[in-house]
């Protein structure tokens, strides 16, 4: 199962990256990794496949990074807020099949169950509530080259 001490990010959907950088950068103690962008980001959610800009920025300081990501579609920002924590995982379809065998539902993900649901997928419990990232460890060293 899930072991949620491999949270290694809060994810915070912002509708000006810079902006929230600024605001939260001093106030929070930390600074940022330089922004990157997907345009698009190609995803996969229950109502077939999506596209959507995304810009996407982590703190530097962690173990548990903030990230702000200004974006369309699965993540716009409206209302700007909280929208999920990210959990590093060795089996993510395993883990997402048995999460969703326990009535989680899955929000989005890189690619289709199908196809495996690639690097990442968004799932939440039965009751709502907030989202679970889950993310494959096999680009764990990309993503901490991001926030160097």
Same mark, same amino acid.
């Given at each position: 199962?899930?072991?949620?001490?491999? !949270?290694? *990010?809060t994810? !915070?959907?912002?509708?000006? +990256?810079?902006v929230?950088?600024?605001?939260?950068? /001093?106030? +929070? $103690?930390v600074?940022?990794a330089?922004?990157? =962008?997907?345009?698009?980001?190609?995803?996969?959610? #229950?109502?077939?496949?999506?596209?959507?800009? +995304?810009r996407?920025?982590?703190?530097?300081? &962690?173990?548990? *990074? %903030?990230?702000? !990501?200004q &974006? $369309? $579609?699965?993540?716009?920002?409206? #209302?700007?807020? %909280?929208?999920? %924590?990210? %959990?590093?995982?060795?089996?993510?379809? /395993?883990?997402?099949?048995?999460?969703?065998q326990?009535?989680?539902?899955?929000?989005? /993900? +890189?690619?289709?169950?199908?196809e $495996?649901?690639?690097?990442?997928?968004?799932?939440? #419990?039965? =009751? &709502?509530?907030m989202?679970? @990232?889950?993310?494959?460890?096999?680009?764990k /060293?990309l993503? @901490?080259?991001?926030?160097?």
């Amino acid at each position: 199962m899930i072991d949620y001490q491999r !949270i290694f *990010h809060t994810g !915070i959907l912002v509708p000006n +990256l810079e902006v929230a950088m600024q605001e939260m950068g /001093a106030s +929070l $103690g930390v600074t940022w990794a330089t922004p990157w =962008s997907y345009e698009p980001m190609e995803y996969w959610t #229950p109502a077939g496949k999506a596209r959507a800009p +995304l810009r996407v920025t982590y703190s530097k300081q &962690g173990p548990q *990074h %903030v990230e702000l !990501i200004q &974006g $369309g $579609g699965f993540w716009a920002a409206t #209302p700007p807020r %909280v929208h999920h %924590v990210g %959990v590093w995982t060795d089996t993510l379809a /395993a883990e997402a099949r048995a999460l969703m065998q326990q009535g989680w539902t899955l929000e989005a /993900a +890189l690619l289709s169950p199908e196809e $495996g649901f690639g690097r990442f997928c968004y799932i939440r #419990p039965p =009751s &709502g509530g907030m989202l679970l @990232e889950l993310v494959s460890t096999e680009i764990k /060293a990309l993503m @901490e080259s991001r926030w160097v």
